[in-house]
């Protein structure tokens, strides 16, 4: 178990993977829970690595191979894994992109320094959320990735590295676009003048309803509505806990600086879409909402 266990920090160390759901970190708990799903995907894969191989390197090597092809498995199968491999098809193309493998698969700018990152995520989510003109009308994690959002991915993207200016791990990188894209706006000004389909499209769903006496005064609900569209899933669960970050962090499962990014983002987008005079009342429709969709998706675990 030992030398399982050893091999399991290995395959985490160069693969790069998030730790499982329930564990902040790689602990030793997590680790072992590795172990299990291995046993569970590959039945008797111990027995099998001692029979095919001759030397204990090899043993090792086979071994290890198994723990990180589980761990490829697991992130195709998670919504940040598929992300995490659309980006390698966004950003491959492009020059300014560099690829890196060691110590761990990850993204840098070509003007950055090949070192490896080590700071606060919520510093890169606060400089990628800071970005304007994101027309984000679609978001899809299999085939064609529509124009508009692969420009806000591209752009997030960019944003996060410059702040980083060094290799930020696949996990990371993918985090912060899941938060900043999903949910990016466009700005009042370019609503307004908004003239191709894409962000006839935005716009039109950013509109009052039809029936509304006056469109330029819509109801708190309306209001609500509009930007409960706009936020992304971290924000929209967030919404009942703004009053701090602590609260944030707890519901979620979020390192507190990553949640106070997280709250600052959500009450940013509730704050430029409402007036003061009606804010209480969005935020109340805004947190019901919450607590329909959070308990959809405890309903959808179960």
């Known amino acids: ?44 894969f111990v027995e099998k690595a001692i029979a095919t191989t001759a030397t204990d390197r090899d043993l090792e090597l086979y071994l290890l191979t198994a723990f990180e092809n589980v761990l490829r498995d697991q992130a195709r ?35 950055a320094p090949d070192d490896v990152w080590q700071g606060d995520i919520g510093h890169l989510i606060r400089a990628a ?5 994101l027309a984000v009308t679609a978001w899809n994690t299999s085939g064609k990735t529509p ?67 006056d469109p330029d005064e819509p109801t708190p609900d309306d209001v609500a509505e509009v930007i409960w569209r706009v936020m992304a899933h971290d924000e929209r669960r967030a919404i009942p806990h703004l009053e701090s970050a602590r609260g944030v962090a707890t519901a979620l499962g979020l390192p507190r600086r990553t949640a106070a990014a997280v709250s600052e983002s959500a009450r940013a987008k ?10 209480a009342a969005v935020l109340d429709a805004l947190v019901e909402r919450s607590h329909a969709y959070t308990a959809a998706l405890e309903g959808e675990s179960l």
């Open 1 to 44: 178990m030992t030398l399982l266990l050893q091999l399991a920090r290995q395959a985490v160390r160069r693969h790069g993977s998030p730790p499982p759901h329930g564990h902040a970190t790689w602990n030793d708990d997590a680790h072992r829970e590795l172990v299990s799903e291995v046993y569970a995907r590959k039945e008797q």
């Open 147 to 213: 124009g508009r959002t692969l420009d806000a991915i591209v752009r997030v993207c960019d944003a996060a590295l410059r702040e980083a200016n060094g290799k930020v791990a696949d996990p990371d990188l993918a985090q912060v676009v899941q938060i900043c894209v999903a949910a990016a706006p466009l700005e009042p000004s370019r609503m307004e003048h908004a003239t191709d389909s894409d962000d006839l499209a935005t716009f039109e769903a950013a509109s009052p309803p039809d029936g509304l006496a």
């Open 129 to 133: 959320s800071s970005l304007r003109r």
């Open 77 to 111: 199968e998670t919504e940040r894994g598929k992300l995490i491999e659309r980006l390698k098809t966004i950003l491959t193309p492009l020059p300014r992109f560099v690829r890196a493998v060691q110590p761990h698969n990850a993204w840098r700018l070509d003007t």
């Open 270 to 279: 509730i704050r430029d879409a409402t007036a003061a005079e009606i804010q």
